[in-house]
């Protein structure tokens, strides 16, 4: 896999030799929260690999691709607050939700929980569009349609940071230049999150640190064990 350097940040190419695609988002507030921690809601500094997945699903998405995450552009000075939400401690399994069939109680099982969030965050995210065996089009396809929907505005579903009551907005990438005084050893950061063949959820994890305001993803990362003897 080669590389090219671009305005100091290394990204690698694609198989085909393709740089990534390029999304700039901006919002007033995010919570990416850590998922190590179980009682409070602590922001990571910085959108994690997972959350810009998200981000870019939400504007473009086909069963036949999947995005990888490159490099991560750190446009704003971190800035955290500390708010008091409203959660549920009840949550129905999706699929009983989706049938119906349950009914969550919302005032019999709140629970107020401070939560540290991050204000006047923007960001710059650069991912390959990877297709898998059943796509019936070429990536170059693919990928021109995300970058159309990027220039019109076009979602499919509200683009949010971390919790749905954060919502970004994402633009066609400019010139505003990032933090570049911005180095930070972040510790253990969620790479991924995939599904085990009994469906239990299994987390990828990747030692993140920023430098220059750039966090770079490696291509996959490394499954860890929690303190407690569960899986992450």
Known sequence: MTTDVVDGI??????????PVVVQVHGETALFSRPE???ERVSYPVMPPSAAVGVLEAIF????????????????????????????????PLAEAIRGTRRVNTVANRDQRN????RDVGYRIHAHIETAAHADKPVAA????????????ACFQQPYLGTREFTAEFRWPDETPRQRNLDQDIGIMLHSIRRDTTGRPRMNWFAARIVEGVLSVPESGIELELPDGGVA
């Open 61 to 92: 998405w086909k069963p036949e691709i999947q995005y990888r995450i490159v490099a991560i552009e750190v446009l704003n000075p971190i800035k955290q607050f500390t708010i008091r939400r409203n959660e549920t401690s009840d949550v129905a």
């Open 10 to 19: 290394q990204l690698p190419r694609s198989k085909d030799g393709d740089l």
């Open 37 to 39: 921690l179980k009682v």
């Open 142 to 153: 693919y990928r021109d349609q995300l970058r159309r929907r990027v220039r019109r505005g």
């Open 115 to 118: 939560a540290v969030c991050l």
